[in-house]
């Protein structure tokens, strides 16, 4: 039998980096996925394979001794076969690029966790992203679990650490065009240097987190009005505070300037220093926008959000 599963990705719109620190994000999932095939095996090892590598161990071998990019799934069929006497084939599909901010760790993690525990019973959502979180723990110990989060229940949500998701209802029509600056960049190394930051500048730091919430509360009325340019001028106040911290750098920033251009607003999306920048569009400068990317040499592509999150099949 096999036990199939696929999520999505996901922008972060708003608040990346202070949601760590426990500030209220707002993010949503995208129409990019990972899909994750599990199937039961007589001989007793979990086999892994993706377009990044393969892996294949015994069960119970410890993982400070697995320096893989895999781990996340050997945890995960580990923790959940290890008391049957069997092993496990899992297969790794991707249409989201890795390290560039739009969540395939996280992705990988809510399809894995879906697909393996369905092996062997009906895990719900919750008890999947539960799973899930304790996956990406394995390579980014601090994660807010937002990530995870949206990919789990897809659609465009506001998430902080102790309260969690509430899902946002407006159900935006926005278009995103994302351009991948190709920096690839670690999340939990650029995670790290911002608690540096924190820790060298915490007055600072704590001004940002206030005018961060208040923007964040700003764009939670502009969503339930629809205002798409008033919510683009938001986008352009959080990149100025993304800059302060310190994620940005000259591509980056010559990206956002390119985006500004013809969309309603451009930002970093995720951890930075690397990775993928967004503009918002909807269909009237949807064309202009990723022509404005492309004359410039840039990849770009656009998204719409995912109203579907985890799906089994
Ligand atoms: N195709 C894939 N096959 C297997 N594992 C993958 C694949 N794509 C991503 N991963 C997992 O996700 C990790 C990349 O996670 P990382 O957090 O650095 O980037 P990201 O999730 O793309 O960006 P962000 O967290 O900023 O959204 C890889 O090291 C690997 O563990
Ligand atoms: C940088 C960060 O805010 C988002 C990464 O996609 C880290 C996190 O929320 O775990």
């Given at each position: 039998?096999?036990?199939k599963a696929s999520a999505p990705g996901k922008?972060?719109?708003?608040?990346?980096?202070?949601?760590?620190?426990?500030?209220?994000?707002?993010l949503c999932a995208i129409d990019k996925r990972i899909t994750?095939?599990?199937?039961?095996?007589?001989?007793?090892?979990?086999?892994?394979?993706?377009?990044?590598?393969?892996?294949?161990?015994?069960?119970?071998?410890?993982?400070?001794?697995?320096?893989?990019?895999?781990?996340?799934?050997?945890?995960?069929?580990?923790?959940?076969?290890?008391?049957?006497?069997?092993?496990?084939?899992?297969?790794?599909?991707?249409e989201i690029?890795?390290?560039?901010?739009?969540g395939?760790?996280s992705a990988?993690?809510v399809a894995?966790?879906a697909?393996?525990?369905?092996?062997?019973?009906?895990?719900?959502k919750?008890?999947i992203l539960?799973?899930?979180?304790?996956?990406?723990?394995?390579?980014?110990?601090?994660?807010?679990?937002?990530?995870?989060t949206v990919c789990t229940y897809g659609g465009i949500m506001?998430?902080?650490?102790?309260?969690?998701?509430?899902t946002?209802?407006?159900q935006?029509?926005?278009?995103?065009?994302?351009?991948?600056?190709?920096?690839?960049?670690?999340?939990?190394?650029?995670?790290?240097?911002?608690?540096?930051?924190?820790?060298?500048?915490?007055?600072?730091?704590?001004?940002?987190?206030?005018?961060?919430?208040?923007?964040?509360?700003?764009?939670?009325?502009?969503?339930?009005?629809?205002?798409?340019?008033?919510?683009?001028?938001?986008?352009?106040?959080?990149?100025?505070?993304?800059?302060?911290?310190?994620?940005?750098?000259?591509?980056?920033?010559?990206?956002?300037?390119?985006?500004?251009?013809?969309?309603?607003?451009?930002?970093?999306?995720?951890?930075?220093?690397?990775?993928?920048?967004?503009?918002?569009?909807?269909?009237?400068?949807?064309?202009?926008?990723?022509?404005?990317?492309?004359?410039?040499?840039?990849?770009?592509?656009?998204v719409k959000i995912d109203f579907k999150g985890l799906d089994t099949f």
């Open positions: 039998m096999k036990s922008v972060i719109l708003f608040g990346e980096h202070f949601v760590v620190y426990g500030i209220k994000a707002i994750v095939t599990a199937e039961k095996t007589k001989e007793r090892k979990i086999s892994i394979k993706s377009n990044i590598g393969k892996l294949e161990l015994e069960k119970n071998i410890s993982l400070s001794e697995i320096n893989s990019p895999l781990k996340p799934f050997y945890y995960l069929a580990n923790k959940i076969i290890k008391n049957h006497d069997i092993g496990i084939e899992i297969i790794i599909e991707s690029p890795l390290g560039v901010g739009l395939s760790s990988c993690c894995g966790a697909a393996i525990s369905r092996l062997f019973a009906d895990t719900t919750e008890e539960k799973l899930a979180i304790e996956a990406e723990k394995t390579i980014f110990q601090n994660t807010s679990g937002a990530d995870c506001e998430y902080d650490k102790e309260s969690g998701f509430t946002i209802e407006s935006p029509n926005f278009h995103l065009v994302i351009a991948n600056s190709n920096i690839e960049h670690s999340t939990e190394t650029i995670v790290a240097a911002v608690k540096e930051f924190k820790a060298k500048n915490e007055e600072e730091f704590s001004t940002l987190c206030r005018n961060e919430s208040e923007l964040i509360e700003d764009v939670l009325k502009e969503l339930k009005d629809n205002n798409i340019k008033e919510i683009g001028n938001k986008v352009i106040q959080n990149q100025e505070y993304l800059e302060k911290i310190g994620i940005s750098n000259d591509k980056l920033r010559d990206m956002v300037k390119i985006g500004k251009n013809r969309s309603f607003g451009a930002k970093i999306t995720g951890a930075g220093g690397g990775g993928c920048i967004f503009a918002l569009t909807d269909k009237s400068n949807l064309d202009n926008t990723i022509k404005q990317f492309k004359d410039n040499n840039y990849d770009c592509f656009s």
